[in-house]
């Protein structure tokens, strides 16, 4: 099962510490936010990733091309040119795909753009490249497959700002019957990402640079029915602010974050 991440923010809230990178890169520890996401995914199997690049999306193309560089010791040996070696380095069982989808593109054209590289995968995940969770990735899958809709979606309960859904339990699950984004309530559950999708999601989407998934995809397939969400009452966090860099940050260096599942 593959699993996109959506990479191309530019972190315009979060200045203080992303003023030349993209934000999936801003670190908490000495790590990128991106690393900690896709470690959370791999701990449950899926380490088949498909990377949205969009601003300065070199800089995330270099840390995984000089992955072991980046996260290990090395030792080189001057005298024998192309001689190096890594120390106490693990090994992450990862294939990364690093696919341009442009610097403007919005969430929903950016999918569009890796339909290409998703066209063997019954279901597939999508994720934000910019918050963390504690979330049993195994238990959103299998949930994803029970009830045969289109779309589940991960709804949280933090501060406003964010998608809030209009739900109602039928058939055993909870079904999305409206989405609005960034509603002016922190009333209900707000849009967490986390999402898995089947091949059926591309006749919401088509090929339009700025299509933003959480505005007509979402509504429509919330409309048709087709839009479930996964209720999440654990630990969830994004990192949009710098007072939430500060949070994430603070949790990681007290060895206390509960998103480190591995």
């Keep these: 099962m593959k699993t996109v991440i959506l990479c191309g923010g530019q972190g315009t809230r979060i200045r203080d510490v992303a003023d030349d990178i993209p934000k999936p890169m801003v670190r908490i520890g000495d790590r990128p936010v991106l690393w900690h996401i896709m470690k959370i995914y791999a ?9 949205c690049l969009g601003y300065k999306g070199w800089t995330i193309k270099e840390f995984f091309l000089n992955y072991h560089a980046f996260t290990t010791d090395i030792t080189v040996t001057l005298g024998e040119p192309g001689a190096l070696e890594f120390h106490n380095g693990a090994i992450e069982d990862w294939r990364v795909t690093l696919a341009e989808t442009g610097e403007r593109t919005q969430t929903g054209g950016r999918l569009w753009k890796v339909r290409k590289y998703l066209e063997d995968a019954e279901w597939f995940c999508v994720a934000y490249g910019d918050g963390v969770a504690d979330l049993d990735i195994h238990r959103l899958i299998e949930f994803h497959k029970s009830h045969g809709r289109i779309a589940t979606v991960t709804g949280v309960r933090p501060p406003g700002r964010f998608g809030v859904m209009d739900t109602e339990r039928r058939d055993g699950f909870v079904l999305v019957n409206a989405y609005e984004e960034k509603p002016q309530t922190s009333e209900g559950h707000i849009n967490g990402g986390f999402f898995v999708f089947d091949q059926r999601l591309w006749d919401y989407l088509h090929n339009d640079e700025l299509l933003i998934l959480e505005h007509e ?36 260096t007290s060895g206390d974050a509960p998103w480190k599942v591995w």
């Design 43 to 51: 701990r449950y199997g899926l380490n088949d990733f498909i990377l």
């Design 217 to 252: 995809p979402l509504a429509r397939l919330a409309g048709d029915g087709q839009l479930v969400m996964y209720v999440h009452d654990g630990f969830w966090q994004p990192m949009d602010t710098y007072r939430e860099w500060r949070i994430l940050n603070e949790l990681w």
